[in-house]
């Protein structure tokens, strides 16, 4: 499992912590930039018909044929309701663009305000084979947390989860850096690290990644797990901090 936390990403605009900030992860492009609300209507079509072209995050033709333009009119999306988080309501919107794969073939987050206004602040795409799984809102202690995942559907089967806090009335992105380098530093020498195995455990509020052993020569998938490092976290003003890594053979 791989925690996204703005990795692999282009900042796009510079954007104070009090800004509403939007990551993306597609195939087209990725980035983190700090977009405009709209009401729900702009987002419920295909992402090319998106009125600003900076929201458009798959392959766009320019200017359209007859037969692109019949191909996003028959996007469809479903619309499901997360949860709230106090006075914020949480969606996925799924968007089914007609691949020849099962969908949803891209997912964007919502958040909406009070004023019935809808912040974009996730969005992400799968490819064939891919998962994009039902966002959720967990508790970190009585800290609301909003957690994304995805299954790339590759022969390892790498998870990536992405997970927020709201913090001073705007969704913050978490980064378990400090909590991956702490696993590291504990693996003794001669193994490492499995990253497919790897997990959060919001309730005890510990992180565990599986290891295995550099000299087994076979496949990574097949040589792990012989051990396992696990790293006590909290969660302090949007920062997550790493307690103490310890590592167990197994």
Aim: glycine fraction near 8%; proline fraction near 7%.
């Amino acid at each position: 499992m791989v925690i996204r936390a703005a990795l692999c990403m282009v900042l796009f605009a510079a954007a104070s912590p009090a800004q509403w900030k939007r990551y993306a992860e597609t195939y087209e492009r990725g980035g983190i930039d700090s977009p405009l609300a709209h009401d729900l209507q702009y987002f419920r079509v295909h992402p090319c018909s998106r009125s600003d072209k900076k929201d458009r995050f798959t392959y766009c033709e320019e200017p359209p044929s007859e037969a692109e333009l019949q191909r996003r009119a028959q996007t469809r999306t479903n619309l499901r309701v997360v949860g709230k988080i106090g006075d914020f309501t949480i969606y996925d919107l799924e968007y089914f663009l007609g691949f020849d794969y099962p969908g949803p073939h891209m997912r964007s987050t919502l958040v909406e305000t009070p004023g019935h206004q809808f912040h974009e602040i996730y969005i992400e795409e799968s490819l064939s084979g891919g998962t994009l799984f039902p966002t959720e809102i967990l508790k970190a202690g009585q800290q609301p947390v909003i957690k994304l995942k995805y299954d790339d559907g590759g022969m390892y089967h790498i998870v990536i989860e992405s997970y927020f806090v709201i913090l001073d009335g705007v969704p913050v992105l978490l980064s378990f850096g400090p909590v991956e380098r702490a696993a590291e530093e504990a693996v003794p020498d001669g193994m490492r690290t499995y990253q497919p195995a790897s997990g959060v455990n919001f309730t005890s509020l510990v992180y565990s990644i599986g290891t295995e052993r550099l000299d087994a020569n076979v496949g990574p998938k097949v040589a792990c797990c012989d051990g396992q490092v696990t790293v006590p976290f909290r969660i302090e003003k949007g920062l997550v901090v790493a307690g103490k890594a310890e590592y167990s053979p197994e």
